[in-house]
């Protein structure tokens, strides 16, 4: 059978506000985490978009966030692998 364009499966939508939310925590996060910092004005460093470092920000935040609450581990303001 044929896969072919149109109506299919909907794909996985945050809920509204989310991204506004977490765009906010971003930015709190590139003046205030040192590692989300570093990594915002290396991407800033390299003539990377406000808007994209800013995303790119957002998402290590969200794996770092992911990660914690997997394992179970509380935040420490310094990396323990540096």
């Known amino acids: 059978m044929n896969r072919d364009s149109g109506a299919g499966e909907p794909s996985p939508q945050a809920p509204p506000g989310c991204?506004?939310?977490s765009t906010q925590g971003a930015l709190v996060?590139?003046?205030h985490i040192p590692v989300i910092r570093t990594f915002h004005q290396r991407l800033?460093?390299?003539g990377k978009p406000k808007k994209l470092a800013l995303n790119a920000?957002?998402?290590k935040l969200l794996t770092i966030l992911k990660s914690m609450v997997k394992s179970g581990q509380?935040?420490?303001p310094s990396p323990?692998?540096?």
Do not use: I, P
Request: one cysteine or more; glycine letters at 0%; aromatic letters at 6%.
């Open 19 to 21: 991204e506004r939310c």
């Open 29 to 31: 996060a590139s003046r």
């Open 44 to 46: 800033l460093a390299t």
């Open 57 to 59: 920000s957002m998402r």
């Open 74 to 76: 509380h935040w420490s």
């Open 80 to 82: 323990r692998n540096s």
